[in-house]
């Protein structure tokens, strides 16, 4: 199950690039659907409210009913809701008395176990993630408006994962140098270590 799910996610966005420089808004808006239904099981998870998702589900396909330009335009919105999302899950995680989400996730693959340097550490790389995130929607949001759908599609579905990709790896990089006396997990056992636990992260 966790095999289908990294498959899934992988295999979306390229799908979704492929529709799009295709031409067809109808296939596109299909896989857009299948991008969202990963909000549906966020939200069965608990992890998203499920009222929201009826409440933008609702409107999107009322919406999309009355013209076909629409529903192309609207198809575009999963990509960029899943970054909203992302953002608001690592930025309410920094208000005071909660723990940030990175040293959430640090604890959960750690097991509990979470040595003093890395708790502000974690912290920082939470802001950090969040200002990356609402600059990706930012930037996806501003293409999906002026630029044409083929160069939305390219930074949205395929550039932008590789630029996240890259901050998760040098960020690891980073604490290998700035901590060599403690251990650390790779982003692969990370990204794992994630996979079917988002109640327990998006918590």
Known sequence: MKGLLVALACACPLALHAAVLHGNPWLVALISAAIA????WLAARKALPWWLIVAVGGAALVAASMDRQIAARLAFLPPILIYVFLCWAFAR????????LVTRIARLV????????????????TWLWAVALALMAAISLALARFAEPATWSFFTNILSYGLLGALFV??????????????????????????????????
């Open 37 to 40: 239904a990963n909000f549906i």
């Open 93 to 100: 995680t920094l208000v005071p008395g909660r723990e940030p």
């Open 110 to 125: 750690r097991a509990g176990e979470l040595p003093e340097p890395l708790v502000l550490h974690t912290r920082r790389v």
């Open 170 to 203: 040098l960020e690891y990089l980073y604490r290998l140098v700035r901590y060599p006396e403690i251990r650390h997990d790779t982003p692969w056992r990370v990204a794992a270590g994630m996979v079917g636990r988002a109640a327990e992260v998006f918590r």
